[in-house]
C-alpha cells in the first residue's frame, strides 16, 4: 500500500473568507478588527491543522461577522495610511536611500505579494517599475493572483530585482508552504549579482524585503531571529538591513548565491519552550523525499 504524498495547500486557506467591506473607520475601530482578526484567524488555523470541520467552519462564520477578508484589508490599508505612519515600504525606501536610488543606471523591477495599495512609499517614489498582487485585490492596478501559482519566469525579463513580503509569511497556512514560499522567491529573483561594468553596480539587489510580526520570531516555540536567519542563509541570503519596532520585525536580504541550493532540510524543532509561546514555524524539504511502497 502506497504512503500517501502530503500536498501543499493553497495560499487562500489562510485568508479568511470574503465580505463586503464597510466605509472607513476610525484608527481604534481599524486597530480592534486587526487584533480581533488575527486572534480569530490563529485559531482558524489551530483548527484545520487539527482537523477540526466544525470548528473551523464556526470561526470562519466569527471572521465573517467581522467583515472578512474585505473589510481586514480595509483596516490594515488604514493603518498603512501615511498620515498614520503604518506604510512598511517607506523603511525599505529609508534603506535604499533616495540618493542612491536617483544613481542607479536602471529602474529596478519591484515584485510586491500581498499588496494592498499602489499608493505606498515605493510605489510613488518613481524609482521602481512596480508590480502588485494579492489574492484578493482592492484595486484595479493589483493583479488577482497567488503567488505560488504565479508562472515561473522564461527570462531575465520576466523576473525582479527586488522582492517584498510584507506581512505576508504570517498568513500563509502552514510552516512547509512558508517554506516553500521563501524558497519560490529565488525563481523570480534576477540572478545578476551587480558585477562591476555591467550597467547596474549602483544597484546593491537582488533583494527580498521582509516583514513579520515580531511574535513571529520573539514568541514561537518554533521559530527565534537567529533560525529564521538560518534558513535563509541556506537558501543563499545574506542579511543587510534589519530593525524592530513595538509590533513588527523588518529585515532586507540581499541574493548572494550565484545558484540555487540543490537541497535544503529545515525541519521544526523546538527553540523556545513556553506554555504561552505560539506555534509559528517554517519548514523545508527540497527536493522533497520520494514516496516509498510500504512493505507488508
Same mark, same amino acid.
Given at each position: 500500500m502506497g504512503a500517501k504524498k502530503k500536498t501543499l495547500k493553497s495560499l487562500r486557506s489562510g485568508r479568511p473568507p470574503t465580505a463586503t467591506a464597510s466605509r472607513s473607520m476610525s484608527r481604534k /475601530?481599524?486597530?480592534?478588527?486587526? *487584533?480581533s482578526?488575527?486572534?480569530? %484567524?490563529?485559531?482558524r488555523?489551530? !483548527?484545520i491543522a487539527e482537523g477540526? !470541520?466544525? /470548528?473551523?467552519?464556526?470561526?470562519s462564520a466569527e471572521i465573517a461577522t467581522l467583515g472578512g477578508l474585505k473589510h481586514y484589508q480595509r483596516a490594515s490599508l488604514q493603518g498603512q495610511s501615511l @498620515?498614520?505612519?503604518g506604510d512598511t515600504s517607506k523603511v525599505l525606501l529609508e534603506w535604499l536611500n533616495v540618493r542612491t536610488m536617483k544613481d542607479i543606471k536602471h529602474c529596478p523591477r519591484m515584485l510586491e505579494v500581498g499588496s494592498l495599495s499602489t499608493r505606498n512609499a515605493c510605489s510613488l517614489s518613481g524609482f521602481f517599475d512596480m508590480v502588485?498582487?494579492?489574492? *484578493?485585490?482592492? @484595486?484595479?492596478g493589483i493583479q488577482q493572483q497567488?503567488?505560488? %501559482?504565479?508562472?515561473?519566469p522564461e527570462s531575465d525579463a520576466d523576473r525582479f530585482d527586488l522582492i517584498s513580503l510584507s506581512l505576508v509569511l504570517n498568513f500563509?497556512?502552514?510552516?512547509?508552504?512558508?517554506?516553500?514560499?521563501l524558497l519560490r522567491t529565488l525563481s523570480f529573483l534576477r540572478r545578476n549579482l551587480g558585477e562591476p561594468g555591467d550597467g547596474q553596480a549602483a544597484w546593491p539587489g537582488p533583494l527580498l524585503f521582509l516583514v513579520l510580526p515580531r511574535s513571529c520570531l520573539d514568541n514561537s516555540r518554533y521559530m527565534s531571529a537567529s533560525r529564521f536567519t538560518e534558513l535563509l542563509e541556506t537558501l543563499g541570503y545574506k542579511v543587510m538591513q534589519e530593525k524592530s519596532s513595538q509590533k513588527l520585525w523588518y529585515s532586507l536580504w540581499k541574493l548572494v548565491q550565484a545558484q540555487p541550493p540543490s537541497t535544503v532540510k529545515f525541519t521544526k524543532r523546538e527553540v523556545n519552550p513556553g506554555r504561552s509561546r505560539n506555534n509559528f514555524s517554517i519548514t523545508l524539504d527540497h527536493p522533497p523525499e520520494p514516496t516509498t511502497k510500504a512493505r507488508r
Open positions: /475601530a481599524s486597530r480592534t478588527l486587526i *487584533n482578526h488575527h486572534q480569530l %484567524e490563529k485559531k488555523r489551530q !483548527a477540526d !470541520a466544525d /470548528a473551523e467552519k464556526s470561526l @498620515e498614520r505612519g502588485h498582487i494579492d489574492l *484578493n485585490s482592492q @484595486e484595479p497567488d503567488f505560488m %501559482e504565479r508562472p515561473l500563509v497556512p502552514d510552516a512547509a508552504l512558508r517554506g516553500q514560499m
